[in-house]
């Protein structure tokens, strides 16, 4: 096992509280890929500007880096969109990363972001969001799961899904 684990999907799927949960059962350590973010791109995302990849692949090597800069278990939650996003962070971490796709419905995901107080990603930008996403092909480690139940039961099928793709 590996031991570094991407928790992925558009804003308002869970990455957080499944990225907790999953360093928590492991016993590893969380890291939040919003507190990587250049503080341009938090702005550029509160005004309700969608980033570019321009605007992205500073982050991503702050996210691949991140998995690689302490003793593994480690669990960033980023976004990850597309198959190049992955790549770059895939290569700054320099070495096998798995992937937890959180993927749900439009009405379950801008339903949760109309919810969340004091996060700079506005529901507005959940469009672009999913007009961007890139699900993971079958020659990538990474498993897709359905956020429509419960956050304890996603986090235990969460942590079943990677444990068996990082054996």
């Known amino acids: 096992m590996t031991g ?4 992925m999907g558009v804003s308002g799927c869970g990455k957080s509280t499944v990225g907790k949960g999953l360093a928590q059962a492991l016993g590893g350590t969380f890291i939040d890929g919003d507190d990587l973010h250049p503080k341009a791109n938090i702005e550029k995302m509160s005004a309700g500007t969608p980033l570019t990849d321009e605007d992205r692949w500073p982050w991503l090597q702050a996210v691949g880096e991140s998995l690689r800069q302490g003793e593994p278990p480690r669990v960033v939650a980023c976004s990850a969109l597309k198959r190049v996003y992955r790549d770059r962070i895939i290569a700054a971490a320099g070495l096998p990363v798995v ?3 959180l993927h749900g419905s439009y009405a379950v995901l801008s339903d949760r972001m109309s919810k969340r107080d004091g996060h ?3 529901t507005k930008l959940l469009d672009s969001q999913l007009a ?3 699900m993971p092909g079958t020659d990538e480690r990474a498993v897709t799961l359905d956020i429509d139940q419960p956050p304890e039961a996603l986090i235990a099928a969460t942590v079943d899904a ?4 990082d054996r």
Not at 162 to 165: A, F
């Open 4 to 7: 570094f684990y991407v928790v």
């Open 132 to 134: 961007t996403l890139e």
């Open 99 to 101: 992937f937890a796709h």
């Open 162 to 165: 990677v444990t068996v793709i």
């Open 120 to 122: 700079f990603m506005p």
